[in-house]
């Protein structure tokens, strides 16, 4: 199946540090989202993105829908241990519609060490 | 908010017994479920998407024998994995449109086939 290139695939940091990740896409998207997922859990949404160029925060999550549309990035500033889990981009294409699928990103395992 | 309520969070069945996964969306209608697959260390992968009342679109590459899927209400989706295979052990993972923009997940099956 279709995926995402998501980078970096896994990220080791200490408590406190700023992280970023991204993804890409040979295609456009009209909607990208970013989940977090814990072990043995199903992933929950961290960021909606709805238009291209769109920055969105969320607490010490930032995330902005590339000019392009084929790209996004995530931001997590000041990092926390309970930060620490695998955050999956995934990608929409069709817009106006609830039901289309998404497509997901191959994951950015975060690390974070107190 | 919405709920996909995922039943079992994890099964361990003999090879060759089938298994069936239940979704449910306790709050609200679900006229389609996606189902995902996930292999430890990788992303979700979209098997097959429900739709109530009528006959599921299974990705290419995924067994419509081997995982029947039935949409029999608005409210209930089921995935049966038939004559299971150690192969077969996975996350498997269903997600329901809600509202216009957002999706919910169920809490994921861990199935172990023995």
């Known amino acids: 199946g279709q995926q995402l290139n998501q980078s970096p695939q896994s990220m080791f940091i200490q408590e406190g540090e700023d992280v970023s990740m991204n993804c890409t896409s040979s295609s456009i998207f009209n909607t990208w989202l970013w989940y977090k997922q814990d072990p043995g859990e199903g992933p929950v949404l961290l960021i909606a993105l709805y238009k291209a160029g769109e920055l969105t925060s969320n607490g010490r999550l930032t995330a902005q829908f590339g000019i392009t549309r084929k790209d996004s990035f995530l931001n997590i500033s000041a990092s926390i241990p309970s930060d620490v889990g695998i955050y999956f981009c995934?990608?929409?294409?069709?817009?106006?519609?609830?039901?289309?699928?998404?497509?997901f990103g191959t994951g950015t395992l975060l690390a974070v060490q107190p | 908010g919405a709920v996909v309520s995922q039943h079992p969070s994890w099964v361990i069945c003999k090879s060759g017994t089938s298994v069936k996964i239940e979704c449910r969306s306790l709050?609200?209608?679900?006229?389609?479920m996606f189902w995902y697959r996930q292999f430890p260390k990788q992303s979700l992968m979209l098997m097959a998407t429900?739709?109530?009342?009528?006959?599921?679109?299974?990705e290419q590459g995924v067994e419509k024998d081997k995982f029947l899927i039935n949409h029999a209400s608005l409210t209930l989706s089921t995935l049966t994995v038939t004559s299971a295979h150690p192969e077969d052990s996975s996350f498997y993972i269903c997600s329901a449109p809600t509202g216009w923009y957002g999706y919910t997940f169920g809490s994921g099956t861990r199935l172990t086939v023995v």
């Open positions: 995934a990608g929409r294409k069709s817009e106006g519609s609830a039901t289309n699928k998404l497509i």
């Open positions: 709050d609200f209608q679900a006229t389609t």
């Open positions: 429900s739709n109530e009342g009528s006959k599921a679109t299974y």
